[in-house]
């Protein structure tokens, strides 16, 4: 029952979540709540993995959390859960592409998604940042990245090796008792 409940719920993020791998947030906050195969911190530390791993963040969270929640064998069927979706989709629509390239009606559903999208990430970011263990470093150095990014626009790798590198000096700082 585990397994179709894991394939299940991924193969639903997949169709679902538009906008790339951080617009499975809200799904995957709804599954930890509702399933408990993972707790919101280990969510947390799956998307900051995912981030920093090649490839895409949704397919890396899938893959992390059918781990955490079925092994192996449930990581390789809520990866392949999440990825399925898109896969026929983009069969689909590859074969009536000059059909939807010029549709208003699909332009305008797609235009209204992206704002959407930023709300139920938004919303989701929020819900995290006070269900989840606050470091006062991570909070400051969060708020000290997202400014930067508003007056200097440095590729997001920047921030992201910049936010990797503080948090193994913090957590080397903190291991050796410092």
Not at 35 to 55: C, D, K, R
Not at 72 to 89: H, R, W
Not at 102 to 121: E, I, Y
Request: hydrophobic fraction near 50%; charge should be positive; charged fraction near 10%.
């Amino acid at each position: 029952m585990l397994y179709i409940q894991l394939f299940w719920q991924f193969f639903q993020i997949g169709i679902f979540s538009f906008g790339g791998g951080y617009a499975t947030m809200p799904f995957l906050y709804e599954i930890a709540n509702k399933f408990h195969w993972y707790s919101t911190s280990e969510l947390t530390n799956m998307l900051a993995v995912s981030s920093i791993t090649p490839g895409p963040v949704g397919v890396n969270v899938a893959t992390f959390a059918g781990f955490n929640s079925g092994g192996i064998f449930g990581s390789l069927l809520a990866t392949t859960a999440v990825v399925l979706p898109s896969f026929i989709i983009v069969t689909i629509v590859s074969k009536t592409l000059e059909k939807f390239k010029t549709n208003q009606m699909v332009k305008g559903a797609v235009r209204s998604l992206k704002p959407a999208g930023c709300a139920l990430l938004t919303s989701v970011g929020i819900k995290l940042l006070f269900t989840s263990n606050l470091h006062l470093f991570g909070t400051l150095l969060l708020v000290i990245l997202i400014a930067t990014s508003f007056i200097k626009k440095l590729d997001p790798l920047a921030y992201l090796g910049i936010a990797a590198l503080a948090g193994l000096i913090i957590g080397h700082l903190n291991w050796i008792g410092v």
